[in-house]
């Protein structure tokens, strides 16, 4: 049997009613807000140059057949030098582009002259990204010297797994999530040359 | 007796195919590599072999370590010899002056980084003065540390990294102009060798990156280091140049890399003491440029030059410096912890008379 306090009229539970539906809708609009700013956070996986120790495994634990790793070339931090420890091999015997004096197993780092200087040739080098395998030998190279070289996951062939093979299997841990928007780190000393030159 | 056909028990078939499956997925698991301890096994043509380089022949090892101390400084920039042998290194905002046992003597306090010194020998006019590097200007201390000139700067893009004393004249090397200012010992500009304003038909320098040395040898003539050219270069004080030696190559008796020597130093006897950056080598050349000896190799020193898993921070600044004391001595300082090394020829090596400048 119930109350006559407690009875509750068509009005009373109309009301509570519109209330309950306008806060669910709320929460609603609120987690649509929500979702959509979470979109704008996407993230990519990206090889810190800073911590990268160029261990080789970039080359083969990528899922890829050819890994998303690549060298990369920071042009103003390299020295244009003729003899480049980042393109001949170290038992080289003469400073030619023949396969045999080249650092790179695939030849991919390409080299062209630019001009003389200080009675010195001068020489661009570049990366043949389709050569490239992402073993980081010229990057060990370089490294002994300017170090203009490094290693980056390159975002035209990376499929951006949930679990990055090479994520796991990187001894430095240099593998980590960046905004999408901003998919590639650039060196300190290569980011303070650059600002450098801009100013 | 009945025969009966054989027959098979239900679902035994079920059973072998699950278990080899789970056999394989169980193999499959245990044989992947997931963490990457495996390393990754790569054909030994893509890696970088810079180890066999790192291992000196011990029969060219001519030389053995007397001492090392720590010089207490955190960014080590240069050392240099003064009077009684006393050791001078340069670096944060000082000049800590040591005994020739790692005593410490005394300490000059500088208003900016020591980027370069050289101290006048006792033979100079001006005995046992400082001339201190200062970014692009030279400042010159007494010997007891009190200041007693600071020189104009020589240049907006000035970056002196070493600096050469004769009996009137004082040689700067300019990294930032890629030049060797001469100045008087009053600091006086009497002229330059390179750079763009050096234009006298004769090859100035390549210098990619801030280790430019100079140093006076007993010939009369200075020497300049032309890192990018992989040589050493003679001048005459007018910047003519007399001859050159030096071949690059990672192999013992070539200087490595893009531009090397980082550093040299001139024995008593004339020959040449040089220093490499990112392989740390300190080795020994006759004078006129033959290689003869290895003072000490990268294992000497704290650089993890060309380590594997260790760092990859660049070796551009995985350097060493020399100077040579009265005795023909080899004092090093190790940029990266700058600690003091000094190595003296080993007994019996054939070396030592030569150290004292009798050979």
């Known amino acids: 049997m119930t109350s006559a306090t407690n009875r509750q009229d068509r009005r009373q539970f109309l009301g509570g009613g519109a209330r309950t539906v306008g806060a669910m809708a709320l929460a609603g609009f609120s987690g649509f807000l929500a979702g959509r700013s979470g979109k704008a956070e996407e993230t990519v996986w990206q090889i810190d140059p800073d911590v990268c120790t160029t261990c080789g495994n970039c080359a083969t634990y990528c899922v890829l057949d050819e890994s998303a790793v690549k060298?990369?070339?920071?042009?103003?931090?390299?020295?244009?030098?003729?003899?480049?420890?980042?393109?001949?091999?170290?038992?080289?015997?003469?400073?030619?582009?023949?396969?045999?004096?080249?650092?790179?197993?695939?030849?991919?780092?390409?080299?062209?002259?630019?001009?003389?200087?200080?009675?010195?040739?001068?020489?661009?080098?570049?990366?043949?990204?389709?050569?490239?395998?992402?073993?980081?030998?010229?990057?060990?190279?370089?490294?002994?010297?300017?170090?203009?070289?490094?290693?980056?996951?390159?975002?035209?062939?990376?499929?951006?797994?949930?679990?990055?093979?090479?994520?796991?299997a990187c001894p430095s841990q240099a593998f980590r999530r960046v905004p999408a928007s901003q998919p590639y780190l650039m060196k300190k000393k290569a980011l303070a040359a650059t600002q450098r030159r801009g100013s | 007796m009945t025969n009966q056909p054989a027959v098979r028990p239900a679902g035994l078939g079920v059973i072998v195919v699950v278990a080899t499956a789970a056999l394989v997925a169980g193999l499959a698991v245990w044989l992947i590599d997931r963490s990457g301890g495996s390393g990754h096994r790569l054909p030994e043509k893509f890696v970088y072999q810079i180890d066999k380089y790192k291992q000196i022949d011990p029969g060219l090892l001519a030389y053995e370590e007397v001492f090392c101390f720590?010089?207490?400084?955190?960014?080590?920039?240069?050392?240099?010899?003064?009077?009684?042998?006393?050791?001078?290194?340069?670096?944060?905002?000082?000049?800590?002056?040591?005994?020739?046992?790692?005593?410490?003597?005394?300490?000059?306090?500088?208003?900016?980084?020591?980027?370069?010194?050289?101290?006048?020998?006792?033979?100079?006019?001006?005995?046992?003065?400082?001339?201190?590097g200062l970014g692009d200007q030279i400042g010159v201390f007494s010997g007891e540390g009190q200041p007693l000139a600071s020189w104009p700067p020589l240049g907006e893009k000035a970056i002196l990294t070493s600096i050469a004393l004769a009996e009137a004249d004082v040689f700067a090397a300019d990294a930032g102009?890629?030049?060797?200012?001469?100045?008087?010992?009053?600091?006086?500009?009497?002229?330059?060798?390179?750079?763009?304003?050096?234009?006298?038909?004769?090859?100035?320098?390549?210098?990619?990156?801030?280790?430019?040395?100079?140093?006076?040898?007993?010939?009369?003539?200075l020497r300049v280091v032309n890192p990018g050219a992989l040589r050493v270069e003679a001048y005459s004080f007018e910047g003519n140049l007399q001859l050159f030696w030096g071949e690059g190559g990672a192999r013992i008796d070539g200087f490595f890399g893009c531009c090397n020597p980082a550093n040299i130093a001139v024995l008593p006897d004339g020959r040449f003491v040089t220093a490499e950056k990112g392989l740390v080598r300190v080795k020994i050349y006759s004078a006129d440029g033959q290689f003869e000896s290895v003072v000490a190799g990268p294992e000497t020193f704290g650089a993890a030059a060309g380590a594997v898993n260790e760092s990859l921070s660049d070796h551009e600044y995985t350097a060493v410096d020399v100077a040579v004391d009265g005795k023909g001595r080899v004092v090093v300082l190790d940029l990266t912890t700058a600690k003091i090394h000094g190595f003296q020829t080993k007994a019996g090596s054939g070396e030592s008379e030569a150290a004292d400048g009798s050979r």
Not at chain 2, 102 to 129: M, N
């Open chain 2, 70 to 132: 720590d010089s207490g400084l955190k960014d080590a920039s240069a050392v240099a010899i003064g009077l009684e042998d006393r050791i001078f290194a340069a670096g944060d905002r000082s000049i800590r002056i040591f005994d020739s046992r790692g005593g410490r003597l005394a300490a000059i306090e500088l208003a900016a980084r020591p980027s370069c010194l050289a101290v006048a020998p006792a033979d100079h006019p001006q005995a046992g003065r400082v001339f201190v």
């Open chain 2, 177 to 221: 102009q890629a030049r060797v200012h001469r100045l008087s010992l009053e600091g006086d500009v009497l002229g330059a060798i390179g750079g763009q304003r050096g234009g006298r038909g004769w090859a100035p320098f390549a210098v990619p990156s801030p280790f430019f040395d100079v140093a006076m040898h007993p010939d009369g003539w």
């Open chain 1, 71 to 168: 060298a990369v070339q920071c042009f103003d931090l390299c020295a244009m030098c003729d003899p480049c420890p980042g393109y001949f091999d170290l038992s080289h015997q003469e400073r030619t582009t023949a396969a045999e004096n080249q650092l790179c197993p695939t030849g991919a780092v390409l080299r062209t002259f630019i001009a003389e200087q200080a009675g010195v040739p001068r020489f661009e080098y570049y990366i043949e990204e389709k050569d490239c395998i992402g073993c980081g030998k010229c990057v060990e190279g370089c490294a002994m010297m300017n170090g203009s070289l490094y290693l980056q996951v390159r975002h035209d062939r990376c499929v951006n797994c949930n679990q990055c093979a090479i994520a796991i």
